[in-house]
């Protein structure tokens, strides 16, 4: 039995909604800074702190990345090099947004207690993560266009079906859809020779 499609376009992957791709992003994010919480002092051991430290955030970063892009916005692939640039931007711009909070709250309050250190802290990391999420669902993770979806999604034709395509104009703004079919092609399109009847030769006495 001859196939009814020439070809199936792959079905695109399932993507998460908004709450439950919150939930899997504290999930990952909480995980690998439990791990690298763990591994910093591993590391210190062999090297200054500070390397260790850099090692780990980085390591960390990257991890991140890949589990977001698979597993917390579900786009179906790994990340490229631009979305971990992306992504290492956001993390990055969450650090320095916890940073300059803890240094605001000491300016104001020099001697701040531990319960005020504790909620600033808190306080800044829950809305840094919160904008890191947005950015990452939004922009670096974002799905792609229905326009672009169709643009790569295979061509699924019947047997028999005429293929059309795309006929520029010398006005480009405004393609016009013309069948390449020959049945469709109405009979004012061909030359007048075709539509005069079977005829002899006119005689030459």
């Not at 597993?71 to 979305?83: A, I, S, V, Y």
């Not at 326009?147 to 019947?158: G, I, K, Q």
């Amino acid at each position: 039995m001859q196939s009814q499609c020439l070809s199936r376009p792959s079905p695109a992957p399932s993507r998460p909604g908004p709450l439950s791709s919150f939930v899997r992003f504290v999930v990952c994010g909480g995980g690998v800074g439990l791990l690298s919480s763990a591994a910093v002092p591993m590391l210190a051991a062999a090297m200054p702190w500070a390397v260790a430290n850099a090692l780990v955030t980085v390591a960390g970063t990257l991890l991140c990345t890949e589990l977001h892009a698979l597993f917390t916005f579900g786009t179906g692939r790994r990340p490229d090099r631009r979305r971990h640039l992306q992504s290492s931007g956001s993390a990055l711009a969450a650090y320095l947004a916890t940073t300059a909070a803890m240094f605001a709250l000491h300016a104001v309050q020099p001697s701040p207690g531990t319960v005020w250190e504790q909620s600033v802290y808190l306080t800044a990391s829950g809305l840094a993560g919160v904008g890191r999420f947005l950015v990452l669902r939004l922009f670096v993770f974002a799905e792609r266009s229905e326009r672009d979806a169709r643009a790569t999604r295979s061509e699924t034709l019947l047997p028999g079906e005429p293929n059309l395509r795309l006929v520029p104009q010398t006005d480009t703004t405004r393609p016009r859809v013309a069948p390449t079919h020959s049945a469709l092609i109405p009979s004012a399109a061909w030359p007048s020779t075709a539509r005069l009847p079977n005829s002899t030769a006119p005689c030459s006495c």
